[in-house]
């Protein structure tokens, strides 16, 4: 299994501001992954987090409004930038496990008034 | 393209009934189905997880079945209780046109158990 720690757990920010998410990993997983989700509206992937390289972004997403670092095999964060009130979301990470196993941090809940 | 329709979108069911939410999946070739649950306002919990080869897998009070050849899944939830209220999401993982695995996701179903 994988225990994820994401931080913060809520925000409320202001327009044109930016925000970073981080997330934790108890063990070394190759792969991680960023996913977005609107109100009422299922999971949508926003990037495969690529450690040692550039992530790897979904069509829709690009990454100067949404860059993304991956150090180690253990750690990745997620900037949302120049915020408008249509990234109000909630922003979850996850990781993939050797047994093929997918597992989600608990998600950040983003506000922007 | 791969896509993931869960019906119904809502269901309202009194304690103690036995029930069943439904997954389909347009492509064949994937890798495995999992069923997640996930509570108002948080992140997504693992419920079970079935591997392509894989016809069935149980968890307690739950049982997950996968039919690969008609694209369909079905999260079987015995004798409900009010703490099953969630949304269920129903997930697979494919191969994308690039090589990749992809994980796509149905919209849900929303689930309140009545006491």
């Known amino acids: 299994s994988a225990v994820i720690s994401q931080k913060p757990s809520r925000d409320i920010c202001q327009r044109g501001t930016s925000l970073t998410i981080q997330c934790q990993v108890d063990?070394?997983?190759?792969?991680m992954f960023w996913y977005r989700q609107q109100p009422g509206q299922s999971l949508t992937l926003i990037a495969t987090?690529?450690?040692?390289?550039?992530?790897?972004?979904e069509s829709g997403f690009v990454i100067d409004k949404f860059p993304i670092s991956r150090p180690n095999l253990t750690f990745s964060t997620l900037t949302v930038s120049n915020m408008s009130p249509e990234d109000s979301s909630i922003y979850l990470c996850?990781?993939?496990?050797?047994?093929?196993?997918?597992?989600f941090g608990a998600g950040t809940r983003l506000s922007v008034l | 393209k791969q896509e993931v329709t869960q019906i119904p979108a809502a269901l309202s069911v009194p304690e103690g009934e036995n029930l069943v939410l439904n997954c389909s999946f347009t492509?064949?070739?994937?890798?495995?189905l999992q069923w997640f649950r996930q509570d108002p306002g948080k992140g997504l919990t693992s419920l079970l997880l079935?591997?392509?080869?894989?016809r069935e897998q149980t968890s307690g009070r739950l049982n997950a079945s996968l039919d690969k050849s008609s694209g369909r899944s079905t999260l079987y939830i015995a004798a409900s209780q009010p703490g099953d209220s969630a949304t269920y999401l129903c997930?697979?993982?494919?191969?994308?046109?690039?090589?990749?695995?992809?994980?796509?996701f149905g919209s849900g179903t929303q689930l309140t158990v009545l006491p």
């Open positions: 996850s990781v993939v496990t050797a047994e093929n196993i997918q597992y």
């Open positions: 063990s070394q997983v190759t792969m």
């Open positions: 987090a690529n450690q040692g390289s550039e992530a790897t972004y």
């Open positions: 492509d064949s070739a994937i890798y495995n």
């Open positions: 079935i591997q392509s080869s894989q």
């Open positions: 997930a697979v993982t494919w191969i994308s046109s690039g090589s990749a695995r992809q994980l796509t």
